[in-house]
């Protein structure tokens, strides 16, 4: 019970050390905060007239069915964010010192996911905080936002682990920094921006599998049309399924560092 | 202007191209993001062209210079990360000591940020070509290439005129976000017409909506002088400004 109490302390004072650093460095508040909001207040104004095309789902405007898009960028750079900064760890020698401690090693890991799954709760918090400043409604009230925040920050969780396995595998920070582009491709592939069948073609075949579809529109449903389940449903499978997939790469990625060392 | 002026600008433009050959890694992020937006913005909002308004049915086509652009703008603001890394570690201490006039160092930079600017330009446009974008016709590809230039050489001394006066890497989301919203808060993803209210009226006072609007002419019709002057005054108000800006910040850099 003690060692478990012990590895909660770590994940906790580890965690509250990846917020601050966030915090203090504004170069990874930029991504995290600054260029989401940039881009949902452009976008919202550039093609907020989409609500007008043939066969858009009904919305109160375009800013609320955005802003599940806005958060899913935001929590997926976060994650981005931790992955480079556990890299960084690495390099430092850091993160030797902590796997050097008696303490779990994946207490280690998870602390650094902890803190950015708080980040990813702040940025889903910051977002909603944003849409009802500029007029948008939340459908399903506080229990909808509370369900979206949740469903946010698990997935902040679960795509952090994939930024954290390859942190743990390649150790050089250089390497999880090349992997924000990709963010942006997996986004755009995604219906984060737009209704699937009003996308065009290969993007809306590749949209309708891509599990961050499922994560977005589960975030989406309690903002744009209330609690309704099913999905907020098909949602926490889809994280569930990417917690499990990046569970399990970072498991054995932090079983390669520590045999390299 | 001196000769031996030209010969510390030609070496600064020299510089960032060996960097370029050596690194060949660092240009890729400034080819990459364009391309990525401009791939992901075209099919997502593809459908856009649908609206009552969009005088064109090719969303590519009506993309394409905002890419472009936004290609020159990272481009220039990676001038003035590189100047922060520069005085940070004090390479740039070691140029101010030397001879060569404040404004040389500067030009020198602008100038390479210009000429660096083609290479996102080219693969956006070869990717634009590539899924159906239309031929802007020789005199509209002159015109993008020239408007990329001048643009790159706006967002270096912008992002130049940050690092002078910050002197820290920390600044680059500044420099970046800053020519992100001055690119995209245009008419960038629709006509002017089409866009919502608050964005329309920044779109209006915005000088880089004439720039976006020139440099898309040939895509979607017809280059014409009509269109192409006002562009040219918008930048060369912009260069003069912010240029001004860096110069300022060069002479109050000591050493």
Redesign the interface.
């Known amino acids: 019970m003690s060692g478990l109490a012990t590895n909660l302390r770590v994940v906790a004072a580890l965690g509250a050390r990846s917020v601050r650093q966030t915090f203090r460095r504004p170069q990874l508040m930029a991504p995290i905060i600054v260029f989401p909001t940039l881009l949902l207040a452009i976008q919202t104004g550039g093609a907020g007239a989409a609500v007008d095309l043939p066969g858009f789902p009904p919305v109160q405007s375009f800013l609320q069915f955005m802003l599940a898009g806005a958060i899913m960028q935001s929590l997926m750079l976060a994650a981005n964010s931790g992955g480079i900064a556990l890299a960084v760890d690495i390099e430092m020698g850091f993160t030797d010192r902590l796997f050097a401690a008696p303490i779990s090693r994946y207490a280690v890991v998870l602390g650094r996911l902890a803190g950015t799954a708080a980040l990813g709760l702040a940025s889903a918090l910051w977002f909603l905080v944003v849409g009802l400043i500029f007029g948008a409604e939340i459908a399903g009230g506080v229990p909808g936002a509370l369900v979206a925040i949740a469903l946010a920050t698990a997935a902040t969780v679960a795509i952090g682990g994939l930024g954290a396995s390859v942190a743990l595998r390649t150790g050089q920070a250089s390497i999880v920094q090349g992997m924000f582009p990709l963010v942006f491709v997996v986004l755009f592939l995604s219906t984060a921006f737009f209704p699937e069948g009003l996308m065009v073609e290969p993007a809306q075949t590749i949209a309708k599998y891509n599990p961050l579809s499922f994560v977005v529109e589960g975030i989406r449903e309690p903002i744009v049309t209330g609690l309704n389940g099913t999905d907020v449903l098909d949602a926490v499978l889809a994280i569930l399924g990417i917690a499990a997939f990046s569970l399990l790469l970072s498991a054995r990625a932090l079983r390669h560092r520590l045999k390299v060392g | 202007m001196r000769r031996q002026d030209i010969g510390t600008i030609l070496a600064l433009v020299d510089r960032s191209k060996n960097e370029l050959l050596r690194v060949p890694g660092a240009a890729i ?1 400034g080819v ?2 364009p391309t ?2 401009f ?10 062209t ?2 009552t ?1 969009f005088t064109t049915d090719s ?1 590519a086509s009506f993309l394409v210079p905002v890419s472009v652009l936004q290609g020159a703008g990272f481009t220039g603001a990676a001038t003035g990360v590189n100047l922060a890394r520069d005085i940070e570690q004090g390479w740039l201490d070691r140029l101010l000591v030397s001879p060569a006039p404040r404004w040389v160092l500067l030009s020198g930079m602008v100038l390479a940020a210009s000429l660096r600017a083609f290479i996102p330009a080219s693969a956006v446009l070869l990717v634009g070509f590539g899924i159906g974008a239309h031929w802007p016709g020789l005199d509209g590809l002159v015109l993008t290439y020239a408007m990329v230039a001048v643009t790159a050489a706006v967002a270096a001394c912008y992002a130049s005129a940050l690092a002078l006066r910050y002197k820290s ?2 600044a ?3 420099m ?2 800053g020519m ?2 001055l690119i ?2 245009t008419t ?3 006509p002017m017409e ?3 209210g ?2 329309q009226d920044i779109a209006r006072l915005n000088p880089m909506t004439l720039v976006v609007d020139a440099v898309r002419q040939g895509f979607i019709g017809t280059v014409t002088w009509e269109e192409t002057w006002p562009a040219i005054v918008a930048l060369a108000g912009m260069l003069a400004t912010v240029g001004a800006l860096s110069l300022r910040g060069m002479r109050r850099t000591a050493v």
């Open positions: 992020p990459l993001a990525i937006f791939l992901g913005l075209n099919g997502v909002f593809g459908s856009l649908q609206l308004g969303y890497q920390s680059a989301p500044l970046q976000a992100l919203a995209l808060m960038a993803y629709a089409l866009l919502q608050w964005l």
